[in-house]
């Protein structure tokens, strides 16, 4: 009865806390850790560095012959491990006595390789080519802040990867206790609503798109299409208009004036539709902060940039489209990096990269809308300032609605604040 009701995590710790006290037994983690054979009959993987030797056994290659390298020149039959039949890699000296010996051919699984690579590639390899990675450069550059895959690799790959660092660790060549900070696991792409892959023969290459369109379209389209958690319909059609919008920045930069440092707007002396513009740009740009930061909703971010591109179109003042162009390039240069760039380096000098502080006066509404209806039917709508008083707006309720209530009796006026008027008749 005591652990009746509980929660099933707070009921397993409550239970093991009792059988502790009474000792009955403790909280033990078991782990089903299991032997790996590495080792796999084929080409591709690292080799390892062993050598048979009849006299001598097993031998482990000299250190000033590591690493071993793969031969390049193979011949890939699609039958056995090629380096079974190599002569000059599979035969070889025995570094202890000298004699003719055979190197091991079997290679080891990819996923030793994958364990690691990442400490690897924080090393500037041209500087210490002795040394696989350093603690010094890991320090710097590791724990990966964001590390995006498939999901295919959420248990196996991230198991070993972890298992590695701790290791490493362990032994003192990293000071480092996980090597993954975030994990973002994108979603598949898909053709005609099947998975992509080679033996249906339904692949897409980017190299095309690039080679057409340019590498920013890719990735616009890419990032545009869906979240990248979901799964992505490859669309040819919403490539091109990707391509599209590209294009039309690129054209409509002619309304952007050149400047090294944002624009004041005098807010209050804007009509409407240049304050609409200024808004969404401004939307867009808090959106953005959100986004790169959490929540990676590119989708999402692009569709407000299109949507202050839209608004921008609808009006002609220069200050607001050049400081409409300083927001959105500075917004699209992770997603289109290449238009960015070349847009902000002619324009602005690339000056628009850095932090750019939200208006937040755009955000003021000053006037709303609301609906009028007579008897509960609508009407009309009347454009009121949010200071005005109830008086007021009855009055530019009634106007608007003149010709329902001529001559009929006002029973009643209910104005239900930001919303709407109802006017009640009679007669
Ligand atoms: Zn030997």
Redesign the pocket.
């Known amino acids: 009865d005591t652990f009746s009701g509980m929660k099933s995590t707070e009921a397993k710790a409550a239970i093991t806390a009792f059988f502790e006290k009474e000792n009955l037994g403790k909280e033990v983690v078991n782990y089903k850790l299991k032997d790996w054979g590495i080792s796999r009959q084929r080409y591709w993987g690292a080799p390892m560095p062993f050598i048979k030797?009849?006299?001598?056994g097993i031998?482990p290659e000299d250190k000033s012959n590591l690493p071993v390298a793969l031969p390049e020149d193979v011949e890939i039959t699609g039958e056995g491990n090629p380096l079974e039949h190599h002569p000059t890699f599979k035969n070889c000296h025995?570094p202890?006595?000298?004699?003719p010996?055979q190197r091991e051919t079997d290679t080891m699984d990819t996923f030793i390789q994958s364990s690691w690579y990442f400490l690897r590639y924080c090393h500037d390899v041209t500087s210490d080519v002795k040394r696989a990675f350093t603690k010094e450069e890991s320090q710097y550059w590791m724990p990966v802040d964001h590390y995006i895959g498939g999901i295919e690799h959420a248990i196996l790959h991230l198991l070993y990867a972890r298992f590695f660092t701790k290791v490493l660790r362990d032994l003192g060549y990293i000071d480092l206790d996980e090597p993954f900070t975030n994990l973002l696991t994108q979603g598949m792409v898909l053709k005609d609503g099947a998975k992509m892959s080679k033996s249906k023969g339904n692949t897409v290459d980017p190299d095309a798109i690039v080679e057409k369109y340019g590498a920013d379209t890719a990735r616009l389209f890419i990032l545009f299409a869906a979240p990248p958690k979901q799964e992505l319909e490859w669309n040819d059609n919403a490539v091109e208009g990707a391509f599209r919008f590209i294009k039309r920045l690129f054209e409509r930069s002619s309304m952007v004036d050149t400047m090294q440092e944002i624009v004041i707007i005098d807010h209050a002396t804007l009509t409407k539709k240049e304050k609409i513009a200024r808004k969404k740009v401004y939307e867009a740009l808090k959106r953005a902060q959100e986004v790169y930061s959490e929540k990676h909703t590119f989708n999402t971010l692009i569709a407000g940039v299109m949507e202050a591109m839209n608004a921008l179109q609808e009006q002609d003042n220069r200050n607001v489209w050049s400081e409409g162009y300083w927001i959105m390039l500075h917004v699209l240069e992770p997603i289109i990096p290449h238009v960015c760039w070349e847009l902000s380096q002619n324009l602005f000098a690339l000056k628009n990269f850095q932090t750019i502080e939200i208006c937040e006066e755009v955000f003021v509404e000053d006037t709303m809308t609301l609906g009028v209806s007579v008897n509960g039917k609508n009407r009309n709508e009347i454009e009121v300032s949010p200071s005005a008083t109830k008086e007021e707006i009855l009055l530019l309720a009634k106007q608007s609605v003149q010709k329902w209530i001529d001559g009929k009796t006002v029973v009643k006026e209910i104005v239900v604040p930001n919303k709407l008027v109802n006017i009640v008749i009679k007669g």
Not at 96 to 99: D, H, L, P, S
Request: glycine letters at 10%.
């Open positions: 030797c009849e006299t001598c031998v025995c202890k006595c000298g004699q010996a």
